[in-house]
């Protein structure tokens, strides 16, 4: 595909069934040959090498959708920054809680450049809110974004704790509690 170039409405409902397939096998941590996603699809060989040349390129595809999912929880215009950035923080929690597979597969086979720029996306998503939020008096305006950013990755990288994720979650309320203006 062209960069820039939009995808025909048959060709995008394709490629999001790829996407979808993936993410499953992927969160299930299944062992399948990569020609065999198509079929998970229920595309053509070619339709899957033509949208995603290699399993790297797919994997990369379904962990942007995961960060633009998060990171979309952020956006909701009912709430506020702060009521927002709480959605994220417990999101990224009940998402690891829930699709522990998922993360460390696409650890493994995701290229460290992509998962750099998933990083960046949910560290500006983070920042801006903690920024609104400060500006309009709820937060401390004195927490920098990557004291919230550590929290998250202590977060992700502590998952083989026995009780992880009543942890995980009591670190994200004791993180906000701790992030509320006096």
């Given at each position: ?34 020609d065999d996603f198509a079929a998970r699809a ?141």
């Open positions: 595909m062209a960069e820039g170039r939009a995808l025909r409405a048959d060709a995008r409902r394709n490629r999001e069934a790829i996407v979808a397939a993936a993410r499953d096998v992927f969160d299930r941590d299944e062992q399948l040959r990569f229920g595309v053509g060989v070619g339709t899957l090498y033509r949208h995603f040349p290699t399993r790297e390129a797919l994997a990369a595809a379904v962990y942007e959708g995961e960060v633009a999912a998060l990171c979309d929880e952020a956006r909701d215009p009912a709430r506020s920054a702060a009521e927002n950035l709480a959605a994220l923080l417990r999101a990224f929690v009940e998402y690891v809680v829930a699709h522990g597979g998922l993360a460390r597969t696409l650890a493994a086979v995701v290229d460290p450049a992509v998962q750099a720029d998933g990083g960046n996306a949910l560290e500006s998503t983070v920042a801006d809110l903690l920024t609104r939020a400060a500006g309009d008096g709820t937060i401390r305006d004195d927490v920098p974004v990557g004291a919230v950013m550590i929290v998250l990755h202590g977060i992700g990288s502590a998952t083989d704790r026995p009780h992880w994720a009543s942890e995980a979650r009591a670190a994200v309320e004791l993180l906000l509690a701790g992030l509320r203006a006096a």
